[in-house]
């Protein structure tokens, strides 16, 4: 935010709990995993579609995997969560519960009583409420949505106290994926929307029984058991899967479907790949792609995309904490982290303790140069931290890049959307420096750089695609 002339508003209430990420665990390297439920057994696999599987536990009604998490909802009612490798500890988070979902740093449980309750950060963060009368819900790592028992689809943007945005009626199912919202109908119609919370709706398909998103890729199963699935926006042409289907899980460059029969076939790669078959007697399944392995930036990509870095020392110190929070923040794509990495290097050169300003006290400091008195407070609440009374924490390793996290996925929340239409103009109004046409363009060619460094030494998409100039 380095010569920001905006401040940030206040989003939400005080956090009740301090910030209690460990960056350890939420950059541990695992592979992509495929979960299935047999007999209430739950088994995982790591790495290739040909490893062997892991039992992991017994008594399992329901499961779930995001990157190294996996949580189970056991037939008691209680939620439990394990980090890390298949052989980790599992940590009981709640009982009385129905249902549950994982996202990033993220766990929502939705009660018996159809309250909803999420919590943020490590396994041990404090819950923070969030709903009654729900029927359904789904998380991001920077979204919260839910269907109300009346069939209402409401969605929060930005920390757990955002406020509450109406999207339509008549809904009993909704899914969250990047800057998509996806919403079936009780009549089995099916609408998504990609970016704002104010973004028009798409329709998709009729007779929908179930469906899944991911941030580029949306697959259905229809009534009458065709599962099929399109790639791309949301006006792409759907590609026949395999009929005789239950349920269809989509994840990374994986796409799972489960048969009625109880038989679970996952393929890898494009639409057209082949299928392996994973399981039989199989009741629910899931997958996962990498937590972090693929997604830590080092400071040789650094080198290899911009040259020379200043202080190399001070900035390799800092990428643990810093590839922990992008991975936390969804920051994890090619476009994703080209424009944060773009928007670093303009503002701090990539050093965590970065200062510029003229003695204010709250001058520009950290990662993304925090500053304002609004900005500052904003930070400290989501962070439960006093960063106005102490605002140096700001450039300490412990919180510069936790702040750089919130800044991009709270503060200016619609950061990592933007990214994904590679519109590096409006990242560059959300970030505030003065307006600048030389600085648009320098930070735009930053963006280039690592787009197509992260993308294979190549652009994803035409030049002319890419939005340079701040709007």
């Known amino acids: 935010m380095k010569k920001q002339i905006a401040g940030v508003a206040l989003i939400g209430a005080t956090l009740a709990t301090t910030f209690l990420s460990t960056p350890a665990a939420h950059a541990a390297e695992t592979g992509p995993r495929v979960g299935v439920l047999s007999g209430g057994t739950l088994s995982v696999k790591e790495g290739s579609l040909w490893s062997s599987w892991t039992t992991q536990l017994g008594g399992v009604a329901k499961f779930e995997i995001d990157g190294n998490r996996i949580g189970v909802l056991t037939t008691g009612g209680d939620v439990m969560v394990k980090e890390g490798d298949l052989f980790a500890q599992w940590t009981t988070q709640l009982g009385g519960a129905k249902d549950f979902h994982l996202a990033g740093g993220r766990i929502g449980v939705l009660r018996n009583d159809g309250s909803l309750a999420v919590k943020d950060g490590s396994?041990?963060?404090?819950?923070?409420?969030?709903?009654?009368?729900?029927?359904?819900?789904?998380?991001?790592?920077?979204?919260?949505?839910?269907?109300?028992?009346?069939?209402?689809?409401?969605?929060?943007?930005?920390?757990?106290?955002?406020?509450?945005?109406?999207?339509?009626?008549?809904?009993?199912?909704?899914?969250?994926?990047?800057?998509?919202?996806?919403?079936?109908r009780n009549d089995g119609s099916l609408a998504v929307k990609d970016g704002t919370l104010w973004a028009g709706w798409t329709e998709q398909a009729g007779n929908v029984a179930t469906f899944e998103l991911t941030a580029n890729r949306i697959g259905v199963v229809f009534a009458n058991g065709e599962a099929t699935a399109k790639e791309g926006d949301l006006f792409a042409g759907w590609v026949n899967q395999m009929g005789g289907a239950k349920d269809i899980e989509l994840s990374g460059n994986r796409l799972g479907v489960l048969r009625e029969n109880g038989s679970f076939a996952v393929k890898e790669g494009d639409l057209f790949s082949a299928w392996t078959e994973q399981a039989s007697g199989v009741t629910s399944a899931d997958l996962s792609s990498p937590a972090a392995a693929a997604s830590a930036v080092t400071l040789q990509d650094l080198r290899n995309i911009y040259g020379t870095i200043g202080d190399p020392g001070t900035v390799e110190q800092g990428l643990e904490s810093l590839n922990a929070e992008m991975v936390r923040g969804g920051i994890t794509t090619p476009a994703r982290k080209a424009a944060f990495l773009a928007t670093l290097r303009n503002e701090s050169g990539f050093r965590y303790n970065a200062l510029e300003g003229t003695g204010h006290p709250y001058q520009g400091r950290g990662f993304m140069q925090l500053t304002t008195d609004s900005n500052y407070r904003g930070a400290g609440t989501h962070l439960g931290v006093d960063l106005l009374g102490n605002p140096e924490l700001a450039r300490s390793l412990q919180y510069s890049a936790p702040i750089a996290r919130w800044y991009w996925t709270v503060a200016r929340s619609d950061s990592n959307n933007a990214a994904d239409h590679y519109d590096m103009g409006l990242i560059s109004r959300y970030v505030g420096y003065l307006a600048s046409s030389a600085e648009d363009a320098e930070r735009c060619a930053d963006f280039k750089s690592a787009l197509r460094y992260f993308s294979g030494g190549s652009l994803p998409v035409p030049d002319s695609q890419i939005t340079c100039s701040r709007h």
Do not use: C, H, M
Request: no cysteine; hydrophobic share 40%; net charge negative.
């Open 123 to 184: 396994l041990w963060a404090g819950w923070t409420e969030q709903a009654g009368g729900v029927q359904d819900f789904d998380l991001t790592p920077n979204r919260v949505g839910v269907v109300s028992t009346t069939g209402e689809v409401t969605v929060k943007e930005g920390d757990l106290y955002a406020q509450w945005t109406g999207q339509l009626g008549g809904a009993k199912d909704i899914e969250l994926a990047g800057g998509r919202i996806g919403v079936l």
